[in-house]
């Protein structure tokens, strides 16, 4: 299966960016990544995802290397709210159609006031 | 619309006592998924099913069976519970036909349970 590789955790400061990286070197050309935060008590939150092209809603950006090897989840402007553990996951096609995405440990982010 | 309920929140069992996680989404979304997630390993796939009557296997599947008789509806069953299937449980839904290939998955609140 394809892994993807993140950091335990990270610390940023409120009103700030944050960058989370994620590896994915064993990506194949039709994988998409996905990235869920999860915050504590509850299930996973779906966050953004993109194949090639960089991605932006209301909520952040994804920025893809050019050779998918990497990328990035960019929070523009952090508030305490989003202080989660955020998941980089490939999509991983299965027989009979379906999909599984496959979780990692994820990165703790915490956010100082 | 609740989106995807899970029942119970919490339940403490006895080695070998058997029960039913319920899911139940209402948001008519074909693919459904069961997830363990224990500490410091992420969520793990136990079963997951494309359609009503369908069901597959995930990464986890030993000690647990799964039914979707209903489309809305997603059971996971402990036939003898096990210590080791302690965990917290959630179950997930999306959209998983034609254009909506890449929607994204839904969550349950999760259900934490203790066997001892």
């Known amino acids: 299966d394809a892994k993807t590789t993140q950091p335990n955790s990270m610390e940023s400061n409120e009103e700030e960016p944050v960058h989370l990286p994620c590896n994915h070197s064993t990506i194949s050309g039709t994988d998409y990544i996905h990235w869920y935060r999860q915050l504590p008590s509850q299930g996973p939150e779906y966050v953004i995802h993109?194949?090639?092209s960089n991605v932006n809603n209301r909520m952040a950006s994804l920025a893809i290397a050019e050779d998918r090897k990497s990328s990035t989840l960019i929070l523009h402007r952090a508030t305490l709210r989003d202080a989660a553990v955020y998941y980089c996951i490939l999509r991983v096609p299965q027989p009979q159609g379906a999909q599984k995405l496959v979780f990692g440990q994820g990165t703790r982010l915490t956010i100082n006031p | 619309n609740a989106g995807v309920t899970q029942t119970p929140k919490f339940r403490v069992l006895k080695t070998g006592q058997s029960m039913t996680l319920l899911c139940a989404q209402d948001?008519?979304?074909?693919?459904m998924y069961w997830y363990r997630q224990d500490p410091g390993m992420g969520l793990r796939l136990i079963h997951y099913s494309v359609g009503e009557g369908t069901t597959a296997k995930g990464e986890v599947p030993d000690g647990y069976n799964v039914s979707r008789l209903k489309k809305q509806n997603f059971l996971l069953g402990l036939e003898s519970a096990a210590p080791s299937q302690t965990s917290v449980y959630f179950c997930?839904?999306?959209?998983?036909?034609?254009?909506?290939?890449?929607?994204?998955?839904?969550f349950g609140n999760g259900t934490r349970l203790t066997v001892t």
């Open positions: 997930a839904s999306r959209i998983g036909t034609g254009p909506f290939y890449n929607s994204p998955l839904h």
């Open positions: 948001m008519n979304h074909e693919y």
């Open positions: 993109g194949l090639t």
